[in-house]
């Protein structure tokens, strides 16, 4: 690996990843928070304001007038992402407005509109990540978010860890793919499984040529099109090597693509 990607790298995982997001509800008042990247999107928007369970919310980006719809059932570095490869550079704060659920027509397919009540993504998504990679949810009810966290801090502070000599439950572990149109500010996501049995040090080139080659062919740069917790990794990227260091605390590797071309 480069020395420059290990800064890189190590700047996230020593939780520097951290954004300025400012939550305006419709009554006009506000709230500004340092975000963690790693941090659920709804955690801060229940620490902000009480979330009443009968009232639903959507979020959106203010893009020239136009409302961007945004998913709220992901880590907040992944909604930075988003936001990042759709807008370009960001003004910081992110001003991300909360609007009560108005009945608003949808299509199925634009889960951003979903309408949010209250409750734990979180548990969701890091049940689908367990089940990936242990094939069971065997001890889940006893492994809490802050057991999660404590484990994180514990990884954080050996500073002689090394991610590709880590064991993965049988070579296998779980992404969560989030592919993102420009042109009509809108993404889709879908989890997957990995397995890297056969192929342990299968680069972020190989997996997304070989996974997305009429959307990104091999030739294309992967630069302002990829996205793992905020920066571009190099082609040579191991999987695994992203896995380790760049995972949220939900258990997932989320990788944010732009499949669109880049004028």
């Not at 890091?126 to 065997?138: M, S």
């Not at 571009?232 to 995972?247: E, F, G, R, S, V």
Request: glycine residues 6%; hydrophobic residues 35%; charged residues 25%.
């Amino acid at each position: 690996m480069s020395s420059g990607l290990d800064n890189e790298i190590i700047n996230v995982v020593k939780n520097k990843g951290v954004v300025r997001i400012k939550l305006v509800w419709e009554d006009g008042t506000s709230r500004e928070r340092h975000v963690s990247r790693r941090n659920y999107f709804v955690n801060e928007l229940e620490m902000t304001k009480a979330v009443q369970s009968d009232i639903g919310y959507v979020l959106w980006y203010d893009l020239n007038g136009k409302k961007v719809y945004l998913h709220w059932q992901f880590p907040a570095g992944v909604t930075v992402d988003f936001l990042t490869l759709v807008v370009g550079e960001l003004t910081y704060p992110i001003v991300i407005n909360v609007e009560k659920y108005t009945d608003v027509k949808y299509a199925d397919k634009d889960k951003a509109k979903l309408p949010y009540f209250g409750g734990s993504p979180y548990s969701e998504n890091n049940k689908q990540a367990i089940f990936i990679k242990k094939g069971n949810l065997n001890g889940l009810s006893q492994r809490t978010y802050n057991d999660r966290r404590r484990e994180e801090e514990s990884e954080r502070n050996d500073e002689t860890r090394r991610p590709d000599v880590q064991p993965v439950y049988m070579g296998v572990i779980p992404l969560a793919v989030h592919m993102i149109s420009k042109s009509e500010a809108c993404s889709s996501y879908s989890i997957k499984k990995l397995d890297l049995t056969t192929d342990p040090q299968l680069t972020l080139r190989q997996y997304i040529s070989k996974t997305y080659s009429k959307l990104l062919p091999e030739t294309t740069s992967l630069k302002g099109r990829v996205l793992v917790q905020g920066i571009t990794p190099p082609d040579d990227t191991p999987m695994i090597y992203l896995y380790h260091l760049l995972q949220h605390t939900d258990e997932l590797l989320h990788i944010s693509v732009l499949w669109e071309s880049v004028s």
